[in-house]
């Protein structure tokens, strides 16, 4: 079984960068993809952002491609979203997700086996 946890949320301003992180306990994350999806009120869960097992290899969403960078460090079983040049529309909960039986990431929320319990971060113009 994997925990996870997020931290990191917040108000920001629109232009103004935030970063988000999830800590994963009772067993390793080294191997599994991990991805990254966020519910804004009055709608449905999206995809941000995923990554490999050995984070070599990533995907993102049309909507943050070039402002957003998806990261992990295996060795301290964590994961980051780095949030550049937010946006209104980025106001969202942000919630970290990891697949426990495939190393490439995916868009898919349910290829996820494991998520957090989610983390607000809301941008004001």
């Known amino acids: 079984q994997v925990q996870l946890v997020e931290s990191g949320g917040g108000l920001v301003q629109a232009g103004d960068s935030l970063r988000v992180s999830c800590a994963a306990s009772?067993?390793?994350?080294?191997?599994?993809?991990m991805g990254w999806f966020r519910q804004a009120p009055g709608k449905e869960r999206e995809f941000v952002a995923a990554i490999s097992g050995s984070g070599r290899s990533t995907v993102y969403a049309d909507s943050v491609k070039g402002r957003f960078t998806i990261s992990r460090d295996n060795a301290k079983n964590t994961g980051d979203l780095q949030m550049n040049s937010l946006k209104p529309e980025d106001t969202a909960v942000y919630y970290c997700?990891?697949?426990?039986?495939?190393?490439?990431?995916?868009?898919?929320?349910?290829?996820?086996?494991?998520w957090g319990q989610g983390t607000q971060v809301t941008v004001s113009s």
């Open positions: 997700a990891a697949d426990s039986q495939y190393y490439s990431p995916s868009r898919l929320a349910s290829r996820y086996d494991y």
């Open positions: 009772g067993r390793t994350l080294m191997g599994y993809a």
